[in-house]
T-cell receptor, first 111, second 113 residues
Framework: DVKVTQSSRYLVKRTGEKVFLECVQD?????MFWYRQDPGLGLRLIYFSYDVKMKEKGDIPEGYSVSREKKERFSLILESASTNQTSMYLCASVDERYGYTFGSGTRLTVV | AQSVTQLGSHVSVSEGALVLLRCNYS??????LFWYVQYPNQGLQLLLKYTSAATLVKGINGFEAEFKKSETSFHLTKPSAHMSDAAEYFC???????????FGKGTMLLVSP
């Protein structure tokens, strides 16, 4: 089975901190994604990457950046965390055969 | 651009009753459509997907969905609800290009004894 692992289930950070959310997949998938999930809004795409060092903005990229130095790892970076970035963050990877596989999510609270 | 509308943020059923969760999509190309389920404090799990083969798609846990092009719908059904079906359900459409997904806002299914 494909595995997508997010390094933290819960994080609490202070306003203004730089925050790194890590995601690792074990199936050599090219495409990886970061979504944000908020009640009543569903999942919204922040950034995605279709290859090492390649990235594309999603629907809500403001306040975020990403890094993909190795194929298996895709990091989401909050340059200066703000309270409106308190949310559940979901990472996913995809291939044509298995479709999307999601990680378990990181619930980030910014105080 | 593709979009997805899920009717009803909450749906309540009794155990043993029919489950019907509604999803309508907008797509300029033949769509790939998905239903995902999310249990509390977990990631999303694929229930089923439509990829332009059979219009009636069977998924896990007894769920199925029917693609109706004329109605631009992909409603999710299950004949008899179980308590364990209580979760949030998301409909999604795959966008062309880089395989990103556009999700609906989700429907919380509540199952009462």
């Amino acid at each position: 089975d494909v595995k997508v692992t997010q390094s933290s289930r819960y994080l609490v950070k202070r306003t203004g901190e730089k925050v790194f959310l890590e995601c690792v997949q074990d199936m050599d998938h090219e495409n990886m994604f970061w979504y944000r999930q908020d009640p009543g809004l569903g999942l919204r795409l922040i950034y995605f990457s279709y290859d090492v060092k390649m990235k594309e903005k999603g629907d809500i990229p403001e306040g975020y950046s990403v890094s993909r130095e190795k194929k298996e790892r895709f990091s989401l970076i909050l340059e200066s965390a703000s309270t409106n970035q308190t949310s559940m963050y979901l990472c996913a990877s995809v291939d044509e055969r298995y479709g999307y596989t999601f990680g378990s999510g990181t619930r980030l609270t910014v105080v | 651009a593709q979009s997805v509308t899920q009717l009803g943020s909450h749906v309540s059923v009794s155990e043993g009753a029919l489950v019907l969760l509604r999803c309508n999509y907008s797509s300029s190309v033949p769509p790939y459509l998905f239903w995902y389920v999310q249990y509390p404090n977990q990631g999303l799990q694929l229930l089923l997907k439509y990829t332009s083969a059979a219009t009636l798609v069977k998924g896990i846990n007894g769920f199925e969905a029917e693609f109706k092009k004329s109605e631009t719908s992909f409603h999710l059904t299950k004949p008899s609800a179980h308590m364990s079906d209580a979760a949030e359900y998301f409909c999604a459409v795959r966008n062309s290009g880089y395989s990103t997904l556009t999700f609906g806002k989700g429907t919380m299914l509540l199952v009462s004894p």
